[in-house]
């Protein structure tokens, strides 16, 4: 774990704007470190982890703050969006369920309200609990810089445990997510020992369409938190469902598959052998979750 020391000492920075932000990111970017919430950096300060010169402050950068509907039908929120903003905006609840019912896992009422989203996407840990959602949902992150901005795709967001491909002079401003499809439910489950305390162990989350033609499965998005060195899609158990009705024998053979595309680590919280069984276990509970709500929603608009 590490002792907790004093804090080194830095430079505080604190833009306005996202624009002078990304100048600070640009004069500044390979000693700087981005605080927000400051759940995980200033630990890892603390620890020694990481020592910036310079700390950019983003809690007075409004724009980054935010949950809007886009004209697509989709969403934006804003990266410095905390957990309990996604926990309680109705629009987020209406759109993307999943997403409060994610929120109301990840620590107590404190932690949350400090805690955004953007950090835990941007941390790169892999026991972070939104990524693997945000990725079975199809959302987006945008990455804005002096340069300009660009958009990809959450799963290909990661570049290896505590990295993303991010460039140091790039700020995470918005997670962007889809329009949600008709007939449509998502679940994300997650093993650890104490709710408001301890880090997932292994985490599952599954979105799906339901066929009301074929009374198939439709789409099928499956990833896992804690099953590798970045969060990860299961792609082999996802092809195993498309297309099938369901049944407890594809459940127990995606969930198979889910296990042989992970490759979890042993470590002072858990083994890799215990690791493997909870993919098992979560993917089977998480799809037929997911499945349950997909047909509740094709009633609703039936």
Known sequence: MGYLRRLPKFEYLAP????????????????????AGGTDLLIQMRRRETSPAYIIGLKGVAELAGVCARADGGLAIGATATIQTLLTSPLVR????????????????????VATLGGNVAGAL????????????GAKVTLRSRRGERTLAVEDFYAEFGRTVAEPSELLTQIVLPPPP???????LKFHDRHSMDM????????????????????????????????????????????QPFSEERLEQAAAAACAESNPRTSWRATREFRLELVKTLTKRA??????????AQGAHS
Not at 126 to 137: G, I, K, S, Y
Request: glycine share 12%; net charge negative; with cysteine.
């Open 182 to 188: 008709p007939s449509s439910g998502g679940s994300y």
């Open 200 to 243: 997932t162990t292994v985490g599952v989350g599954a979105f799906i369409t339901w066929d009301e033609g074929r009374r198939t499965f439709g789409e099928v998005r499956i990833a896992l938190a804690s099953s590798a060195p970045v969060t990860q899609r299961a792609r082999n158990a996802e092809a195993m469902l498309e297309g």
């Open 16 to 35: 306005r704007t996202i624009d002078e932000a990304c100048d600070l990111l640009a004069a500044h970017g390979s000693e700087a470190g981005l605080l």
């Open 94 to 113: 209406k759109k993307y369920g999943v997403l409060c019912e994610t929120a109301a896992l990840i620590g107590g009422p404190e932690l949350r309200c």
């Open 126 to 137: 892999p026991c972070a609990d939104f990524p693997p959602v945000l990725m079975t949902l």
């Open 287 to 296: 799809i037929g979750q997911a499945w349950q709500k997909a047909a509740a």
